[in-house]
Protein backbone atom coordinates (compact mmCIF):
# COMPACT_ATOMS: atom_id res chain seq x y z
CA UNK A 1 0.00 0.00 0.00
CA UNK A 2 0.97 3.50 -1.06
CA UNK A 3 2.78 5.71 2.24
CA UNK A 4 1.14 9.30 3.55
CA UNK A 5 3.51 11.36 5.07
CA UNK A 6 2.25 12.24 8.50
CA UNK A 7 2.73 15.70 9.04
CA UNK A 8 5.63 17.32 8.53
CA UNK A 9 8.74 15.63 10.39
CA UNK A 10 9.49 12.68 8.39
CA UNK A 11 6.70 10.86 9.99
CA UNK A 12 5.03 7.87 7.12
CA UNK A 13 2.51 5.43 7.89
CA UNK A 14 -0.10 3.32 5.43
CA UNK A 15 -2.41 5.56 3.49
CA UNK A 16 -5.62 3.78 5.18
CA UNK A 17 -5.28 3.71 9.23
CA UNK A 18 -7.76 0.49 11.43
CA UNK A 19 -9.35 1.66 13.94
CA UNK A 20 -9.76 -0.51 17.10
CA UNK A 21 -12.60 1.02 18.62
CA UNK A 22 -14.79 -2.42 18.05
CA UNK A 23 -12.48 -4.55 19.14
CA UNK A 24 -13.75 -5.41 22.08
CA UNK A 25 -16.46 -6.67 20.10
CA UNK A 26 -14.84 -9.57 18.67
CA UNK A 27 -13.08 -12.44 20.01
CA UNK A 28 -9.30 -12.80 20.13
CA UNK A 29 -8.80 -15.25 16.73
CA UNK A 30 -11.15 -12.76 15.12
CA UNK A 31 -8.91 -10.09 16.07
CA UNK A 32 -6.37 -12.08 14.66
CA UNK A 33 -7.49 -12.39 11.61
CA UNK A 34 -8.20 -8.43 11.83
CA UNK A 35 -5.15 -7.74 11.91
CA UNK A 36 -3.55 -10.53 9.59
CA UNK A 37 -5.67 -8.99 7.00
CA UNK A 38 -4.73 -5.70 7.69
CA UNK A 39 -0.96 -6.35 7.44
CA UNK A 40 -1.61 -8.54 4.39
CA UNK A 41 -3.15 -5.76 2.56
CA UNK A 42 -0.34 -2.85 3.51
CA UNK A 43 -2.13 -1.14 6.61
CA UNK A 44 0.27 -0.74 9.34
CA UNK A 45 -1.20 2.36 11.28
CA UNK A 46 -3.27 1.14 13.84
CA UNK A 47 -5.34 3.41 15.62
CA UNK A 48 -6.61 3.07 19.43
CA UNK A 49 -8.36 5.21 22.20
CA UNK A 50 -8.58 4.30 25.75
CA UNK A 51 -11.98 4.60 25.93
CA UNK A 52 -12.56 2.30 23.68
CA UNK A 53 -14.35 -0.58 25.23
CA UNK A 54 -13.17 0.65 28.45
CA UNK A 55 -9.74 -0.65 27.31
CA UNK A 56 -10.95 -3.82 25.97
CA UNK A 57 -9.90 -3.07 22.65
CA UNK A 58 -6.58 -2.15 23.35
CA UNK A 59 -5.98 -5.43 25.27
CA UNK A 60 -7.48 -7.87 22.74
CA UNK A 61 -5.07 -5.92 20.16
CA UNK A 62 -1.99 -6.20 22.40
CA UNK A 63 -2.16 -9.84 22.66
CA UNK A 64 -3.32 -10.41 19.42
CA UNK A 65 -0.09 -9.38 18.14
CA UNK A 66 1.94 -10.92 20.83
CA UNK A 67 0.28 -14.46 20.42
CA UNK A 68 1.17 -13.69 16.51
CA UNK A 69 4.53 -12.54 16.74
CA UNK A 70 4.11 -9.49 14.83
CA UNK A 71 7.49 -7.79 15.17
CA UNK A 72 6.77 -4.12 17.09
CA UNK A 73 8.48 -2.13 14.36
CA UNK A 74 6.64 -3.78 11.69
CA UNK A 75 3.42 -1.51 13.12
CA UNK A 76 2.58 1.94 13.91
CA UNK A 77 0.45 2.63 16.67
CA UNK A 78 -1.70 5.49 17.60
CA UNK A 79 -3.62 5.43 20.88
CA UNK A 80 -5.50 8.88 22.37
CA UNK A 81 -6.56 10.33 26.05
CA UNK A 82 -8.11 12.90 27.70
CA UNK A 83 -11.96 11.22 27.88
CA UNK A 84 -12.89 10.37 30.95
CA UNK A 85 -15.60 8.32 31.84
CA UNK A 86 -18.76 9.77 33.36
CA UNK A 87 -18.96 13.34 31.79
CA UNK A 88 -15.30 15.22 31.63
CA UNK A 89 -12.48 15.65 29.84
CA UNK A 90 -9.20 15.79 31.72
CA UNK A 91 -5.71 17.17 29.74
CA UNK A 92 -3.98 17.54 33.24
CA UNK A 93 -0.34 16.21 32.93
CA UNK A 94 -1.61 13.73 35.84
CA UNK A 95 -3.89 12.30 33.54
CA UNK A 96 -2.32 12.68 29.95
CA UNK A 97 0.62 10.56 31.28
CA UNK A 98 -1.72 8.01 33.44
CA UNK A 99 -3.52 7.53 30.04
CA UNK A 100 -0.39 6.74 27.99
CA UNK A 101 1.16 4.48 30.84
CA UNK A 102 -2.55 2.95 30.70
CA UNK A 103 -2.15 2.12 26.93
CA UNK A 104 1.36 0.78 27.03
CA UNK A 105 0.13 -1.75 29.80
CA UNK A 106 -2.84 -3.14 27.27
CA UNK A 107 -0.76 -2.70 23.82
CA UNK A 108 2.23 -4.71 25.65
CA UNK A 109 4.48 -2.16 23.98
CA UNK A 110 7.02 0.01 25.55
CA UNK A 111 6.43 3.41 23.07
CA UNK A 112 3.07 4.50 21.34
CA UNK A 113 4.13 6.04 17.87
CA UNK A 114 1.36 8.64 18.01
CA UNK A 115 -0.48 10.25 20.96
CA UNK A 116 -3.31 12.41 20.24
CA UNK A 117 -5.41 14.75 22.62
CA UNK A 118 -8.90 13.06 22.15
CA UNK A 119 -11.40 15.97 22.68
CA UNK A 120 -10.68 19.59 23.61
CA UNK A 121 -10.69 20.23 27.65
CA UNK A 122 -12.50 23.74 28.63
CA UNK A 123 -9.65 23.59 31.13
CA UNK A 124 -6.98 23.21 29.32
CA UNK A 125 -3.85 24.57 30.74
CA UNK A 126 -0.90 24.13 27.96
CA UNK A 127 1.59 24.49 30.28
CA UNK A 128 0.36 20.91 31.91
CA UNK A 129 0.19 19.44 28.44
CA UNK A 130 3.47 20.89 27.73
CA UNK A 131 5.08 19.47 31.15
CA UNK A 132 3.69 15.92 29.87
CA UNK A 133 4.23 16.07 26.46
CA UNK A 134 8.00 16.42 27.54
CA UNK A 135 8.13 13.98 29.91
CA UNK A 136 6.42 11.31 27.81
CA UNK A 137 8.55 12.56 24.73
CA UNK A 138 11.90 12.18 26.72
CA UNK A 139 10.92 8.62 28.78
CA UNK A 140 10.69 7.60 24.89
CA UNK A 141 6.73 6.50 25.70
CA UNK A 142 5.57 8.71 22.66
CA UNK A 143 7.21 9.23 19.71
CA UNK A 144 5.09 11.82 17.40
CA UNK A 145 1.98 13.97 19.11
CA UNK A 146 -1.25 15.58 17.38
CA UNK A 147 -5.07 16.38 18.89
CA UNK A 148 -8.14 15.13 17.30
CA UNK A 149 -11.72 17.26 17.00
CA UNK A 150 -9.91 20.34 17.62
CA UNK A 151 -9.87 23.54 15.77
CA UNK A 152 -7.27 25.84 14.32
CA UNK A 153 -7.31 28.41 17.55
CA UNK A 154 -7.43 25.42 20.05
CA UNK A 155 -4.11 23.82 18.49
CA UNK A 156 -2.66 27.79 18.39
CA UNK A 157 -3.26 27.69 22.18
CA UNK A 158 -1.57 24.35 22.43
CA UNK A 159 1.77 25.46 20.48
CA UNK A 160 2.14 28.11 23.05
CA UNK A 161 4.05 26.24 25.40
CA UNK A 162 4.03 22.39 23.48
CA UNK A 163 7.35 22.34 21.66
CA UNK A 164 6.74 18.97 20.24
CA UNK A 165 5.38 19.24 16.37
CA UNK A 166 1.67 18.60 16.66
CA UNK A 167 1.30 16.35 13.55
CA UNK A 168 -2.22 14.74 13.34
CA UNK A 169 -5.74 16.47 13.80
CA UNK A 170 -8.88 13.28 13.73
CA UNK A 171 -11.92 15.06 12.51
CA UNK A 172 -15.17 13.84 11.47
CA UNK A 173 -15.55 13.42 7.59
CA UNK A 174 -17.41 11.61 4.89
CA UNK A 175 -19.05 12.10 1.41
CA UNK A 176 -22.65 12.20 3.50
CA UNK A 177 -20.65 14.62 6.15
CA UNK A 178 -18.74 17.57 5.44
CA UNK A 179 -19.16 20.84 6.55
CA UNK A 180 -15.17 21.76 6.68
CA UNK A 181 -15.74 21.48 2.76
CA UNK A 182 -18.95 23.03 2.40
CA UNK A 183 -18.28 25.87 3.84
CA UNK A 184 -15.17 26.87 1.57
CA UNK A 185 -17.58 25.94 -1.67
CA UNK A 186 -20.42 28.45 0.14
CA UNK A 187 -18.48 31.95 0.41
CA UNK A 188 -20.28 34.78 0.30
CA UNK A 189 -23.24 32.79 0.66
CA UNK A 190 -26.74 33.26 3.30
CA UNK A 191 -27.15 29.38 3.69
CA UNK A 192 -26.21 27.10 6.39
CA UNK A 193 -23.50 25.65 4.73
CA UNK A 194 -21.69 28.84 3.99
CA UNK A 195 -20.91 28.75 7.92
CA UNK A 196 -17.77 28.63 9.18
CA UNK A 197 -18.37 26.14 12.29
CA UNK A 198 -14.71 24.96 12.96
CA UNK A 199 -12.64 27.65 12.14
CA UNK A 200 -11.58 26.97 8.70
CA UNK A 201 -9.93 23.62 9.86
CA UNK A 202 -9.46 22.30 6.55
CA UNK A 203 -7.79 25.28 4.95
CA UNK A 204 -5.59 25.80 8.79
CA UNK A 205 -4.84 21.93 8.39
CA UNK A 206 -3.06 22.38 4.72
CA UNK A 207 -0.97 25.56 5.85
CA UNK A 208 0.31 23.95 8.90
CA UNK A 209 0.98 20.57 7.18
CA UNK A 210 -1.19 18.79 9.99
CA UNK A 211 -2.41 15.51 8.64
CA UNK A 212 -6.26 15.34 8.34
CA UNK A 213 -7.21 12.08 9.81
CA UNK A 214 -10.61 11.47 8.88
CA UNK A 215 -12.95 9.37 11.68
CA UNK A 216 -16.71 7.34 10.73
CA UNK A 217 -15.75 7.99 7.21
CA UNK A 218 -18.93 5.61 6.12
CA UNK A 219 -20.71 7.95 9.16
CA UNK A 220 -23.88 9.82 7.59
CA UNK A 221 -23.53 12.64 10.26
CA UNK A 222 -23.81 13.57 13.86
CA UNK A 223 -26.46 12.01 13.97
CA UNK A 224 -27.60 7.59 15.43
CA UNK A 225 -28.76 7.38 11.43
CA UNK A 226 -26.12 4.85 10.34
CA UNK A 227 -24.09 3.87 7.23
CA UNK A 228 -24.63 5.61 4.24
CA UNK A 229 -24.05 2.51 2.24
CA UNK A 230 -27.34 0.74 1.28
CA UNK A 231 -28.90 3.37 3.04
CA UNK A 232 -32.30 4.65 1.97
CA UNK A 233 -32.32 8.14 2.45
CA UNK A 234 -29.32 8.26 -0.04
CA UNK A 235 -30.79 6.24 -2.74
CA UNK A 236 -29.15 8.52 -5.54
CA UNK A 237 -25.53 7.96 -3.76
CA UNK A 238 -26.25 4.76 -3.64
CA UNK A 239 -26.77 4.40 -7.07
CA UNK A 240 -23.80 7.10 -7.98
CA UNK A 241 -21.47 4.56 -5.91
CA UNK A 242 -22.40 1.30 -7.40
CA UNK A 243 -22.34 2.37 -10.92
CA UNK A 244 -18.43 3.77 -10.36
CA UNK A 245 -17.83 1.16 -8.27
CA UNK A 246 -18.56 -1.43 -11.17
CA UNK A 247 -16.94 0.94 -13.70
CA UNK A 248 -13.76 0.41 -11.47
CA UNK A 249 -13.97 -3.38 -9.79
CA UNK A 250 -14.04 -2.32 -6.62
CA UNK A 251 -16.66 -2.36 -3.87
CA UNK A 252 -18.82 0.90 -2.90
CA UNK A 253 -16.93 1.18 0.33
CA UNK A 254 -13.93 1.59 -2.03
CA UNK A 255 -15.09 4.50 -3.80
CA UNK A 256 -16.50 6.29 -0.78
CA UNK A 257 -12.62 6.47 0.54
CA UNK A 258 -11.00 7.14 -2.78
CA UNK A 259 -13.42 10.40 -2.45
CA UNK A 260 -11.66 11.48 0.57
CA UNK A 261 -7.99 10.50 -1.30
CA UNK A 262 -8.76 12.61 -3.73
CA UNK A 263 -8.34 15.58 -1.96
CA UNK A 264 -5.31 17.22 -1.82
CA UNK A 265 -5.21 17.22 1.79
CA UNK A 266 -3.09 14.14 2.12
CA UNK A 267 -5.64 13.00 4.26
CA UNK A 268 -5.82 9.64 5.95
CA UNK A 269 -8.70 7.36 6.72
CA UNK A 270 -9.51 5.40 9.66
CA UNK A 271 -11.57 3.09 8.97
CA UNK A 272 -13.39 1.01 11.63
CA UNK A 273 -14.74 -2.26 10.54
CA UNK A 274 -13.83 -5.58 12.28
CA UNK A 275 -14.91 -6.98 9.04
CA UNK A 276 -12.42 -8.54 6.87
CA UNK A 277 -13.37 -8.73 3.65
CA UNK A 278 -14.42 -5.16 4.50
CA UNK A 279 -10.61 -4.20 5.50
CA UNK A 280 -9.64 -5.62 1.95
CA UNK A 281 -12.17 -3.60 -0.19
CA UNK A 282 -10.67 -0.60 1.28
CA UNK A 283 -7.35 -1.20 0.83
CA UNK A 284 -7.88 -1.05 -2.61
CA UNK A 285 -8.64 2.67 -2.88
CA UNK A 286 -5.43 3.85 -2.64
CA UNK A 287 -5.14 2.25 -5.94
CA UNK A 288 -8.43 3.88 -7.49
CA UNK A 289 -8.10 7.91 -8.66
CA UNK A 290 -11.50 9.67 -9.14
CA UNK A 291 -11.77 12.36 -11.66
CA UNK A 292 -12.49 16.10 -10.33
CA UNK A 293 -16.26 15.34 -12.33
CA UNK A 294 -16.36 12.19 -10.06
CA UNK A 295 -15.50 13.74 -6.94
CA UNK A 296 -17.90 16.61 -7.51
CA UNK A 297 -20.80 13.97 -9.07
CA UNK A 298 -20.53 11.86 -5.50
CA UNK A 299 -20.96 15.56 -3.13
CA UNK A 300 -24.03 16.21 -5.35
CA UNK A 301 -25.40 12.97 -5.18
CA UNK A 302 -24.63 13.38 -1.32
CA UNK A 303 -27.85 16.15 -1.69
CA UNK A 304 -25.38 19.04 -2.16
CA UNK A 305 -26.03 21.71 -4.20
CA UNK A 306 -23.28 23.64 -5.46
CA UNK A 307 -23.83 27.70 -5.52
Not at 155 to 172: A, S, W, Y
Not at 285 to 298: F, N
Request: no cysteine.
Amino acid sequence: MKKVKIGNQGFEGSVISLGIMRMDQISLEEAKEVVQTALDYGIDYFDHADIYGDGESERIFGRAVKEMGIPRDSLLIQSKGGIVKGGMYDFSKEHIISAVEGSLKRLQTDYLDAFLLHRPDALMEPEEVAEAFDLLEKTGKVRHFGVSNHNPMQIELLKTKVKQPLLINQLQLSVTHHPMIDAGLNVNRVNDLSIVRDGSILDYSRITEMTIQPWSPFQIGNEKRGVLIGHPDYRELNEVLDRMAEEKGVAQETIAIAWLLRHPARMQPIIGSMNPKRIAAVAKAPEVTLSREEWYELYRAGGYRLP
